[in-house]
């Protein structure tokens, strides 16, 4: 592909074309600026596009930037899921090292026993602090939470996974479920902090999560589902104390806005990375 081809368009964290998360990728971007990037970006509509900067097939390894529509995003998990399936596709299931803004991410990409390309991102290394009490103070009142819609056992930390994410666990599924928060206000907060989405979960039970995340700094409601908040969550959870073993986690995104996401988590007490799996799949395009 030339950077003069139209992008490829793939959902992640899913198999079925109606769910996941949409991504841009382009696989060739060495031709295109900054300015052309963020242009298709913003054509797209997608929470993110993953741009192929360089490319050294022989090494499987590739330099990736990432744009939303309104800005360029130092990581994102998702477009990494699907950049990751898409390379796959074209040069075979294998390693991948991609170059980010963040640092290296390796990528294991493998097909399961339907043939399906799976994608295992590793991140950088994640860490977590608590949230001061005025940034709380400032994202509830944006969301139009209060204080006693919080799980207590799961305090408001702001945590990193390649980008800071605010994580706010609710009380209840019905708290998750019912999302109407001010557009504008929680976008400022979130500049003000350098947050990249508020990290709203739900704990069903210490395996399973559900999450919705806000993004209005990319000029997006929400996201579907988010890899690199995952990874975040990982980390927060290691944090906690509350992963005493090697363990797997299940997230469950995007089921309340008619996108469901299942995005699965490998996160041990003895490594600060965490392990992000999903699939991706084509998305069929007008005319096509």
Known sequence: MTSTEAPLRYTAFTSDPEGGNPAGVVLDASGLDDAAMRAIAAGLGYSETAFVTRRDEAARRFRVRYFSPLAEVAFCGHATIALSVALAERLGAGDLLLDTSVGEIPVATGRDGSGAVVATLTSVPAHSRPAGRDELAATLSALRWRAADLDPALPPHVAF????????????????????????????????????????????????????????????????????????????????????????????????????????????PADDRVRVTGRAVPIAQAGA
């Open 161 to 268: 996974g390649g980008n800071d994410h605010l994580v706010l666990a609710a009380a209840s599924r019905e708290r998750l479920a019912d999302l109407a928060y001010d557009f504008d206000a929680l976008a400022a907060v979130m500049r003000e902090h350098g947050w990249t989405t508020v990290n709203l979960v739900w704990r069903e039970s210490p395996e399973r999560f559900h999450a919705r995340n806000p993004f209005p700094v990319g000029g997006v409601v929400e996201d579907p589902a988010t890899g690199a908040a995952a990874a975040a969550l990982g980390g927060y959870l290691r944090a906690l104390g509350l992963v005493v073993r090697p363990t797997t986690i299940a997230i469950r995104q995007g089921e309340d806005m008619g996108r469901p996401s299942d995005l699965l988590l490998d996160v041990s």
